[in-house]
């Protein structure tokens, strides 16, 4: 079933893609027929030479707006340690002594914009969320291979991808070959609740809302055990700032763990490889010790 939703993903992107090149070439058409051929290449002449497409040829210019709306295509990664933890946190080590400074947390600052800078739980969800950091790592839905969910898809040390059309939007992740669709039009209540939840989508100016709910209770917001209930709704703003760079912003309300709304903000940057791509790390394999590894017989 994993492997049939991925297929199904990779799908949507192509066409995705396909539809994304037909509205480049008619931006830079304007919409018209093809041009007249130049002065002495009648219908008898033979073609112009083809522009040179070899690696010495520039790259073709980045189309600024798609269907009226800011280029959000591309691939993103953050730049920060917030999937450690959210708040401010010092360096500190790790149960995994043998691995010395490899595996240390590094230190980090809040990426809260409220709430002074933390995340206003309930005692009911400070308590689980001792209860989290207290089993982690193998508490952490992260060690299993268990998809992201929102808003810790943006900001884990995996590149993601907006494949985004004249239609809905797609996001592809890295991390365990997650995906969603934004609705930007047909906007629909979850029809089941999961790991990525349903989103929905609209333009605010050149900003880009997504709203977010149906989410299943397991997903955590980094490896601090910061976790939120079924209830969660994540409200997301993407907006451009300059040709590489993407301000994003999050937005948790959730009254059974919170008590009240709070927001986090940081930029995620545009790869600029020229031959970047997302790779696979179907990372399944890597957990099966970890998930099942006590059932083996001795």
């Known amino acids: 079933m994993r492997n049939r939703f991925t297929g199904v993903a990779v799908a949507v992107a192509m066409a995705a893609a396909v539809s994304l090149t037909l509205t480049a070439q008619q931006g830079r058409q304007g919409g018209a027929a093809a041009p007249a051929a130049p002065a002495g290449q009648g219908r008898g002449a033979a073609p112009a030479a083809p522009p040179a497409q070899g690696r010495g040829a520039a790259a073709p210019a980045r189309l600024a707006r798609i269907a009226g709306r800011p280029n959000m295509n591309g691939i993103y990664q953050a730049i920060n340690t917030a999937n450690w933890n959210l708040e401010d946190h010092s360096a500190s080590a790790t149960a995994f002594w043998q691995l010395g400074a490899m595996f240390a947390v590094p230190a980090g600052q809040t990426v809260l914009i409220d709430n002074n800078g933390t995340i206003p739980y309930t005692p009911a969800g400070l308590k689980k969320r001792a209860e989290n950091q207290a089993g982690w790592p193998k508490s952490d839905p992260e060690a299993k291979c268990y998809m992201p969910g929102l808003p810790r898809a943006s900001y884990m040390p995996y590149p993601f991808q907006i494949v985004q059309g004249q239609k809905d939007i797609l996001f592809v992740y890295e991390y365990a070959s997650s995906n969603r669709i934004v609705h930007m039009s047909n906007h629909t ?35 601090a055990g910061n976790h939120h209930s079924e209830a969660l709704k994540v409200t997301e703003r993407f907006s451009m700032q300059g040709d590489n760079v993407l301000m994003y912003e999050a937005r948790m309300e959730d009254p059974k763990t919170f008590t009240r709304p709070w927001t986090i903000r940081m930029p995620l940057y545009r790869r600029l490889e020229p031959n970047v791509q997302l790779l696979e790390f179907k990372c399944v394999e890597f957990s099966e010790e970890l998930l099942y590894g006590d059932l083996k017989k001795k």
Do not use: C, H
């Open 189 to 223: 209540e979850a029809p089941v609740d999961s790991w990525m939840g349903w989103s929905n989508g609209k333009w605010d100016g050149d900003t880009l809302v997504i709203e977010t709910e149906g989410f299943n209770d397991q997903s955590w917001f980094d490896r």
